[in-house]
């Protein structure tokens, strides 16, 4: 069975200016134990993490905003997914002591449900000294140690000062210098995704697809670009004993959207989604082939980064009318056993406000 394609993987760098948060791309970038997620409104978050298969596990997250003289602030947490005698036994409130290069740089607060530490602004500009050159970089409390592995953390900043356009300033991370600090780019707003109206269901929507016949499976075929991810096995060898795919739901008096499985693999399915025309011809648009579940003119796809569900990918679209608009995009970051669900919120596409 062919497997779909990974939803974690890096993404190309764009970095061409735009006018409206709805025109930037957002990107995705990985480079060792570090990673990078920066948003449509140019916000950009870098994740590191401790090696993987470490016996205790750490990561940090390093956020910005865009726009002159925004600072970096800096979050911490301890990993936990399994059983972890050591991590088990942190008291309700504990603290570690941040360490770099041999040198004591003082505590930061956790407690022991969320696990979550800040970093104060000392620190934080001490972290990203360190980052930039090879370091040693530990959290220490009583003899055990949470080391942060510097390996990839100046390319990922590196692409957080060219995406936010700060790179030759002073405010650049790696590459300061003393072009004016006006030159970053300044922030945008979050899309805003106006909801559509859906029209209500037919008697007939439910045998549409029936009475289409084998043109419409041959329009919708038509769509897919990769036959390795995008299989869809119904659009090619229907099975006529199944009544539940494909499915249609209405979106207007002329429009339906026609859903069916496209792939499966050991703990994902992803299901294609395409918007139809009702009468011929029928010039499908392609949503997705990820998706997870349609509800009241929103598409979702989640899907895990691995079986043991410590990192996951989330899409939406939403329907405004004439199609569905991607309105939210984001990960938890590395598959490093930092927690159940992921270690962090990681978007590269959000509405107004930073929300969906």
């Not at 390093?62 to 911490?76: E, I, K, M, N, Y």
């Not at 409390?141 to 390996?151: C, E, F, I, Q």
């Not at 959207?257 to 399915?269: E, H, I, P, Q």
């Amino acid at each position: 069975m062919p497997s779909p394609a990974p939803l974690l993987c890096a993404a190309l760098l764009l970095t061409a200016p735009a006018l409206h948060a709805a025109d930037l791309p957002g990107t995705r970038f990985f480079h060792g134990d570090w990673e990078l997620a920066c948003d449509n409104t140019r916000t950009c978050r870098a994740a590191g993490y401790s090696v993987d298969g470490a016996e205790l596990g750490i990561a940090v997250l390093l956020t910005r905003p865009a726009g002159p003289g925004q600072p970096v602030t800096a979050q911490v947490k301890v990993g936990r997914y399994d059983d972890n005698p050591i991590v088990d036994k942190l008291p309700r409130n504990f603290q570690l002591t941040l360490r770099i290069n041999g040198t004591p740089h003082g505590a930061v607060a956790f407690d022991s449900d969320s696990l979550l530490g800040e970093l104060n602004p000392a620190q934080t500009k001490a972290l990203l000294a360190a980052l930039t050159r090879k370091s040693s970089i530990e959290f220490v409390r009583k003899g055990n140690t949470w080391a942060l592995s510097d390996t990839g953390a100046a390319a990922v900043l590196l692409k957080m000062d060219e995406f936010q356009g700060r790179l030759g300033t002073p405010g650049a991370l790696i590459r300061p210098g003393t072009q004016p600090e006006s030159k970053a780019l300044p922030p945008l707003l979050g899309l805003v995704v106006k909801p559509g109206a859906i029209a209500p269901a037919r008697p007939g929507d439910k045998t549409w697809v029936k009475q289409q016949g084998p043109a419409l499976l041959k329009a919708l075929r038509a769509t897919l670009k990769n036959d390795e991810t995008d299989y869809c096995p119904d659009l090619t060898e229907p099975d006529p004993s199944n009544e539940a795919t494909p499915t249609v739901t209405r979106l207007t008096d002329t429009r339906l959207l026609v859903s069916t499985r496209c792939w499966s693999g050991a703990y994902n399915v992803g299901h294609g989604y395409w918007i139809v025309n009702q009468a011929p011809p029928y010039q499908p648009v392609l949503v997705t082939t990820q998706g997870s579940e349609y509800e009241a003119g929103t598409i979702t796809a989640t899907q895990k980064g691995r079986g043991l569900g410590d990192c996951w990918s989330m899409e939406e679209w939403k329907w405004d009318g004439k199609g569905f608009v991607l309105a939210h995009a984001t990960s938890t970051g590395m598959c490093r056993l930092i927690a159940p669900g992921g270690a962090w919120d990681l978007p590269t596409r959000v509405g107004l406000g930073g929300g969906e």
